[in-house]
C-alpha cells in the first residue's frame, strides 16, 4: 500500500526489511554449516597443518602449488619449537587455504546480516543482539584459528574452535527464527507434553555435543599414536566417554520420537509439524553414521558427516524451541518501527 504522500506505508517497509533479513539470515546459516562440513574435511583429512602461517600460506597469500614454488629450506624456515613442517603437500595446502578463504567470505556474510538486523531492533530487538552476538564470536573465531596452527593443532583448541562454530551458528538462528524463520512464526497454544519432550531433547544434544567433543579429542590423539595407516584399530584405544556417547544415542531417538508425537497431536500450523520430523530423521541419520565410524574402521568420510548432522540438529532444536516459547510479534504498532 502507497500512502498519498508517497511514502511506503511503515508496516509494508517493516515486512520487507524483516522479509529481507530472514532471506539473508537463512543463507548465512546454511552458509556457516557449509563451513563446519569443510572444517571437518580439513581435519578428517589431516589438512589442518597444510598451511604452517596465519594469515599467509608458506609466507604468501596466493599458496604454492607445487613445491618447486618453496625454497629448499622449506620446512626448516616455517618450522618453530612448536611446528614442524611436513613435506609438501598441495592437496593438504589449498584444502586448508580454501577453508580460511571460505571462513573470510562468511564472516562478510554474517556482517551484512548484522547490518540488515539493525533497522529491526525496534521490532524485536532479539533479532539485533543475536546478529550482534554472532558477528563478534566470529572475531574471537578467527583468533582461535590462528591460534589451532601456532599450538601445532592442539586437540584442546580444535575443539574449541568447532564448539564456538556451533555457538555462533545458534546465535544465528536464533535470529531469523524471531524474524519468522523459514515457516514463519504462530501462535502456539502451551502444552505440557511436547514442551517437556523439547527440554528432554534440547539436554541430550547439549550432553551428546561435550561428549562428542571428548571423543573427538581422544581420537586426534589416538591418531597421532598410531597414524593413519592403523585408522581401523583406533576405535579399540577410545575411552569411556565414546562408550556414554554412543548409548545415549538410543535416549536420545526415544526423546525425539516422543517430541514427533506429543507435537503432531497438537493443532498447530503444519510447518512447525514437519520439524520434529527432520529432527528425528537427522537423528538417525547421525546414528548409522556413527554405526559406520565405530564398526567400519572410522572412515574418513563419515567423520565430518557426523559432525554436520549433529550442528544440524542443535539448530532445528534452537528453532523449535524459538517457536515454542517466544509470542510471535505480527501485531507491532507504528510507533515501533519508525
Known amino acids: ?41 580439513v581435519r578428517s583429512s589431516g589438512s589442518g597443518m597444510g ?67 539493525f533497522p529491526l531492533r525496534k521490532y524485536r530487538s532479539g533479532i539485533f543482539y543475536f546478529s550482534l552476538a554472532g558477528f563478534l ?30 555457538v555462533i551458528t545458534g546465535c544465528l538462528v536464533a535470529g531469523v527464527s524471531l524474524a519468522g524463520g523459514i515457516y514463519g512464526l504462530s501462535p502456539i497454544a502451551p502444552d505440557h507434553k511436547y514442551q517437556i519432550w523439547w527440554k528432554a531433547c534440547m539436554t541430550l544434544s547439549l550432553v551428546q555435543i561435550v561428549l562428542g567433543t571428548q571423543v573427538r579429542e581422544n581420537i586426534d590423539n589416538i591418531a597421532i599414536e598410531l597414524g593413519e595407516a592403523r585408522r581401523g584399530e583406533w576405535i579399540n584405544y577410545l575411552s569411556i566417554p565414546f562408550y556414554i556417547h554412543r548409548s545415549l544415542s538410543i535416549l536420545f531417538i526415544i526423546c525425539a520420537v516422543q517430541l514427533f508425537r506429543s507435537i503432531n497431536k497438537t493443532e498447530i500450523f503444519k510447518g512447525f509439524k514437519d520439524l520434529p520430523k527432520i529432527q528425528l530423521l537427522l537423528i538417525l541419520i547421525s546414528v548409522a553414521i556413527g554405526m559406520i565410524l565405530s564398526y567400519g574402521g572410522m572412515p574418513a568420510f563419515a567423520q565430518p558427516l557426523h559432525l554436520l548432522g549433529g550442528s544440524i540438529l542443535s539448530g532445528i532444536l534452537i528453532y523449535i524451541g524459538i517457536l515454542i516459547y517466544v509470542r510471535p510479534k505480527s501485531d507491532y504498532s507504528l510507533e515501533e518501527v519508525k
Open 1 to 41: 500500500m502507497i500512502q498519498r504522500t508517497g511514502l511506503v506505508n511503515p508496516e509494508i517497509n517493516q515486512s520487507f526489511k524483516t522479509g529481507l533479513f530472514r532471506k539473508f539470515g537463512i543463507a548465512t546459516v546454511l552458509s556457516v554449516y557449509f563451513l563446519i562440513l569443510v572444517g571437518g574435511i
Open 51 to 117: 598451511c604452517p602461517d596465519w594469515p599467509k600460506c608458506f609466507g604468501q597469500w596466493i599458496p604454492p602449488t607445487d613445491v618447486n614454488e618453496l625454497p629448499a629450506d622449506y620446512q626448516s624456515r616455517f618450522s618453530t619449537e612448536r611446528i614442524q613442517v611436513s613435506e609438501f603437500s598441495a592437496f593438504h595446502t589449498w584444502t586448508e587455504y580454501l577453508n580460511r578463504l571460505l571462513g573470510v567470505i562468511i564472516g562478510i556474510l554474517i556482517f551484512i546480516t548484522l547490518i540488515l538486523s
Open 137 to 166: 564470536l566470529v572475531g574471537f573465531q578467527g583468533w582461535l584459528g590462528a591460534q589451532v596452527v601456532a599450538t601445532d593443532l592442539s586437540p584442546a583448541i580444535i575443539t574449541l574452535h568447532m564448539l564456538l562454530a556451533l
